[in-house]
């Protein structure tokens, strides 16, 4: 069963009175809601609060999820949106976001970057990750997104296109520029070689 098919059957459960069907959904994706809304706010009681109000607004939501789009899909909408009210009402400023990665992240869970045992080759790929994080934060913060979205939360072009409200070929545009900016980065620096694609 596809993950989209084992949602739906989940969302189905829950409208049917099924309320540890929505626990199922809330654990499955969490820490990638987690992760979204730690781009806009830093602190961490209210990062828990905002993921509290989007789950608050996804379960009384659902009832109106038609599966137009994928569950995935519509749940990050609700994070970007609920993400922006809150900063909004508190009159804050959305600042560049930074983008932290551990070891399953960005281009190390695509094999990006090769695994290394020996005590040289470990030197030699954190200091290739080091650099890689430092060129992703550089980026602005529309190609820092778009470039998550696809690398880290593994959406499609499509379910990125319906998140930031634009065509599939800005998406693929904003990846591509994303890349290279990336891979320029990382090739002028004089300590790691050049990542392969």
Known sequence: MSKAENDKKLVDRVLNGDKKAFEELVFQYEPKIRFLVQRYIDDTSEISDVCQEIYLRAFQGLPKFRNECSFYTWLFRITINTSLNYIQTKGMRIEKMSVEFNEKDLLISNNRINTFEGPEEILIRDELEASLYDAVDDLSDELSLC????????????????????????????????????????????????LSK
């Open 147 to 194: 470039l998550m979205l696809r690398e880290i939360a593994g959406l499609s072009y499509d379910d990125i296109a319906v998140l930031m409200d634009c065509p599939v070929g800005t998406i693929k545009s904003r990846l591509s520029r994303a890349r290279h900016l990336v891979d320029e980065e990382i090739s002028s620096d004089s300590r790691p070689p050049k």
